[in-house]
């Protein structure tokens, strides 16, 4: 899983990022054309991601919301099925459960536990100091550390080892191993041997700029709390920023080839499911935004490739899925053909039927609670349509065969009143959005109290602190030498006493 990759950027998806291990997984796997996250921020996304439901079931609306340990998630599913669960990375779980159903936890997030985070609708002239703001474009370029590569070098090398550890280990269980990355999202800062594959040709300007369509009050709203507005860039710094992205997809990329060949090396990629998504998108400046946080293509829209050659065929599927439907698939992978329990009350459907050849559902339904709102935003993708709809903004229609960058709202046009008011229907069955609209409210109140009581006195931390046992890591006491390092060497030499007692 990568955080903030715009699936046009890959080449699966017809962009120019210099991507050789990821067009692998492409070649030989599922590619799906329209898969969508359901909320276009980190944490909600991955808690639908990890749950198979939406947002509001869950209440992880925002970067600070923490859903319940109660809800199911595919890794105590796959737990359940005897698996091996492991996350290596970003999760962003916020609250004091930092796992969620997996069994081990390799590394420590990049971002907060806690509810400082918190948005606060209330209030949406304020502009809080931890919001995005432009110096990730202003100030992108050429680095040599950040905190991000810091981090996602530290998932790589233990993501890698937990393949390796896989291998020649005496465990025996299947294993699901999530590694999730922070890279392409900015800051957009990359090593000069990244940012050099490309040039600024490559990395161009926005094919719609601010002011070639006209600005939606969602839009304006996300220009005032990114501080767009007061900090604006030059065309120069823009495609520096897009350079770097590049860049930074292509060093994700290079992660990818190290986990994927870990798997061949190890024997283990025949009989391996690989799964290459992102938690959303990133705009690059098209129509003037940056980041995420709307429902427009750049920021909803996620690569999903599936890849297992031995186990299904390589195709492309034209219909619209969306994270929910991982979860799902993931358990329905676990239960090896047999109905996965654990799953009778979730929005996502599985994808088995779209990788088999067979007929899959075509629908993405997604949510936004977030920063930049003001109150509910909820979308549905169904066929080449796109409907956004929040009860204190005009509707959005889209016919995204006829218009892919989304330059013609068709919601006021009279040709299409009737679908209009057909999918205004829908949503009023499908949410009560005056209801989630007060819940949202109350949980900012109640957490952004907790978070300003729990900076007087002694300070809980949540954050995830990465236990490993060094008592039996590389030579120790606890067995032979020789057992010790037979155990450790792969492929094996002979048989450690251990193995064969």
Known sequence: MADQLNPMVLPAYGGRALTPAIDRLAEHGAVFDAAYCNSPLCAPSRAAFMTGRLPSRTGGYDNAAPFDSDVPTFAHLMRMRGYRTTLAGKMHFAGPDQLHGFEERLTTDIYPADFGWTPDWARPERRPSWYHNMSSVADAGTCVRTNQLDFDEEVAFTAERAIYDAARGADGRPFCLVASLTHPHDPFAVP????????????????LGLGDVALDPHSARLRHVSNMDVEPVSAAQVTTARRAYLGAVSFVDEIVGRLTRALEE??????????????????????????????????????LIVHAPRHMAARRVASAVSLVDLAPTLAGFAADGAEPEGLE???GRSLLPHLSGGQGHDEAIGEYLAEGAIAPMVMIRRGDAKFVHSPVDPDQLDDLGADPDERRNLAAEPAHAAAVSALRTEIAGRWDLAALDAAVRASQRRRRLVAEALTEGA????????????????????ADLDDLEARARFPRVRAANADTA
């Open 459 to 478: 300070d809980p931390k949540w954050d995830h602190q990465p236990i490993r046992n060094a008592s039996r890591s590389y030579i120790r006491r606890y």
């Open 192 to 207: 000069r041997r990244f940012f050099d594959l490309y040039s600024d040709a490559d990395a161009g300007l926005p094919r």
């Open 345 to 347: 009350d979730v929005d």
């Open 266 to 303: 190890t024997g283990l990629a025949d009989d391996t499911v690989v799964i290459l998504t992102s938690d959303h998108g990133e705009m690059l400046g098209e129509r003037g935004l940056w980041y995420k946080m709307s429902f427009f293509e750049g920021s909803a829209r996620v690569p």
